[in-house]
């Protein structure tokens, strides 16, 4: 008979590996990915659990591009009680959004005061989709479904618990109705 004895040091090693294995089961799909701000931070999504998170694909020359007048005042509206927006640029569509980092910061803050996060400039659709964005996509999220991104602005909406419960078109207003029911009925759940 074989037997086999474990040091308290082995013992320990385990544990906190078993430990480590059960804190990553707790982060959401949606929030399992790291991704950088445009000052090169890196950002680990699951630091936004616990919160409302509409994650949208953004330009500086479309024009939709008057929605991060919207975004920054569902930002100011509804910041405080738990609601974080992602601005993700994008230049897939009709290379609308060409600026460097810097440059699109300085466009956001000059001319939409914006104060949310803003991410790095990434792909959203196709092989060089980010990590994030094909995990998205492949969702079949109500009202617009499972799909590739069709244009700049479009929505998702995460609850607290990081599951993805809505999907807009570009074209939805951040501050239309169906919008702002949506994120005030996630964010009345604590």
Known sequence: M???F????????????????AADSNVPDALAFKMKTLQGKEVDLASYKGKVVLVVNVASKCG?????EQLQALHKKYAKDG????????????????GSAEEI???CKQNY?????????????GDTACPLYKYLTNLDTQP???GKIDWNFEKFLI????KVVARFEPRAKPDAPEITKQIEAELAKK
């Open 64 to 68: 939709l591009t008057p929605q991060y």
């Open 105 to 107: 910061t300085s466009f």
């Open 6 to 21: 474990l040091t308290t040091g082995t013992i320990a090693i385990i544990m906190a590996g078993l430990a480590l294995q």
């Open 159 to 162: 609850d607290r618990s990081g």
């Open 83 to 98: 609601l974080a927006i992602i601005g993700v640029p994008c230049n897939q569509f009709g290379k609308q959004e060409p």
């Open 144 to 146: 617009k479904g499972k």
């Open 2 to 4: 074989n037997r086999f």
């Open 113 to 125: 005061g914006v104060e949310f996060d803003l991410l790095e400039k990434v792909d959203v659709n």
